[in-house]
């Protein structure tokens, strides 16, 4: 992940991830990224551009960034991605973000009036503006949806936006930050997490031909394939980092901007194992043998992996630092819906197997499509 700045024009009431006054990465910084990463791996690797909010950068910095990470890493089949609210999509960036086949994921809490009530006044308006630009560049766009304490009472009305206006969505579900102090207000609580995913489990079957919900289609994918297809369901860490604007390196976008998160610094040219013995990667290594205990007995544990690290550490009252304690709090809501697809998918095999030694029809038989029709989708 390039994070090219931490600062981000709107001002969402739960964000934990923009910075007043950030500075904005130089191409010199593109540049050393290119040469750490010449020797550092072989295995393919997305460069995703996060931030705060990218297109902040400009134009001129990703005119000049893309071909360097494309051309000088062709060795690592390099695939690219964006997350931005669109505010400052223009016609020039979306024919160059075409030229390069980026995908882009963007956010969008619902309608107008539950989205500008979290995401601040204007926001919707904005982003849709941008979204227009895109969509004319033929680009591709999925909006992430964040459902907080407030929103998860209009989920219905949440999911209706996305299936009436032809938008894919994936959900968030609003975390306690780090770095808040009043964290938990917009939270959501695992349990309702786990109610909103069957919910949309059964909305997702329902419109199977007219949405794509990404969260639906991974987890389904993980229970059928038996392993995590998504960052939150593997061992994350040594996988994924992410580079700051003064090119530090953290274990994931989620710390960048935190010192002591800092595992060292592209113009170092780090190798695996300089990160490995940092102090963020021994932090983090502790969550892997947490969840080797703790979920040991645990039905998921091969295809959820205890869930996010980020999500698991706690700070410290008395010491003032972080630390981890157990696993992912959304452990609850992993479980509901883990059940759910698996009990689900049991009951369509027994009636598949009743049909075939019976040659009819059983009562189970259903006529809309099952849970099988999801682990299938392509996505
Ligand atoms: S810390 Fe969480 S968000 Fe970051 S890569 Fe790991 S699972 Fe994904
Ligand atoms: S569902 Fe909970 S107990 Fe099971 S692997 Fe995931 S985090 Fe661990």
Sequence with gaps: MIIPTLGCPSNCSYCWSSEEGSPVMSIETIEEIVNWLKDFRSEPVTFTFHGGEPLLAGYDFYKKALPLLVNELNHLKPALAIQTNLWYMTDELAELFAEY??????????????????????????????????????????????????????????????????????????????????????????????????????????????????????????????????????????????????????????FVGMPEYVMGNVHDHPTVEDLEKSKPAILLQEFKDHVDTECADCNYIKFCRGGCPYNALKVNNETNKAEIKGVDPHCTAYKIIFKEITDRLNKEFSSSASMMFHGSKSENTQSKPGIMSIMLKPI
């Design 101 to 254: 086949k980026i995908p882009i994921g963007s956010s969008l809490d619902g309608p107008e009036e539950i989205n500008d009530y979290q995401r601040g006044e204007g926001y919707f308006e904005r982003t849709m503006r941008g979204y227009e630009i895109a969509k004319a560049h033929d680009l591709k766009v999925s909006f992430i949806s964040t459902f907080t304490s407030y929103s998860i009472d209009f989920m219905e009305d949440i999911f209706n936006f996305f299936l009436e206006n032809d938008l894919n969505l994936k959900l968030h579900p609003s975390l306690p930050s780090l770095r808040d102090e009043n964290p938990e207000k917009w939270a959501l609580s695992p349990e309702k997490y786990g109610e909103l995913l069957i919910y949309l489990l059964d909305q997702y079957l329902e419109n199977i031909d007219r949405i794509e919900l990404k969260n639906i289609d991974h987890l389904c994918k993980n229970v059928f394939t038996r392993r995590g297809t998504v960052c939150t369901f593997v061992d994350c860490m040594g996988d994924t980092f992410a580079v700051g604007p003064d090119g530090s390196i953290y274990p994931c976008y989620r």
